[in-house]
């Protein structure tokens, strides 16, 4: 086997189970929580699944357990953890305390509609429809 076909296979092994290294633990939706507690249990998941698939495997015939593509998953799941839930959690956590972005100013006037100046006929008619209008002096 050359370079080429071991690179792939440990690129295989890596990136098979790495998506539940970054979906395991925004499972529980908790944004607060220490990350090597989260990371311990993340790869300890991701191990445990990867034992399964691979012991599943042996009911096959001629297959046996392969100790290379165990380790290889769960670093996979391991270092997809670490790569992106420590930077999105906190994104998340910054985001939750600041409240939701206010749209800029262009998007507030593109969405305020027409203005309706205090008299006009527009203005009217907004009013006797029960309409909020926002005035000039709002702006």
């Known amino acids: 086997m050359g370079w080429p076909e071991a690179s792939k296979r440990i690129g295989e092994g890596l990136a098979l ?3 539940l290294g970054i979906l395991l633990p925004t499972v529980s939706g908790r944004l607060h929580v220490s990350p090597l507690a989260s ?3 993340t790869v300890a998941a ?3 699944i990867s034992l ?3 012991l599943l495997q042996t009911g096959v015939p001629g297959q046996v357990v392969d100790i290379d593509s165990l380790l290889m998953n769960t670093v996979g799941v391991a270092m997809a953890h ?3 839930v420590p930077a999105a959690r906190a994104w998340l956590r910054r985001r939750a305390e600041t409240g939701p972005r206010r749209p800029s100013s262009r998007r507030n006037r593109l969405r305020a509609g027409p203005r ?3 008299g006009s006929a527009s203005h009217r008619r907004a009013t006797r429809c029960g309409r909020r209008l926002r005035t000039v002096e709002d702006r």
């Open 52 to 54: 399964g698939i691979e």
């Open 82 to 84: 670490a790569a992106i």
């Open 46 to 48: 991701g191990a445990l």
């Open 39 to 41: 990371f311990i249990r």
């Open 17 to 19: 189970l790495a998506p």
């Open 116 to 118: 309706r100046f205090p």
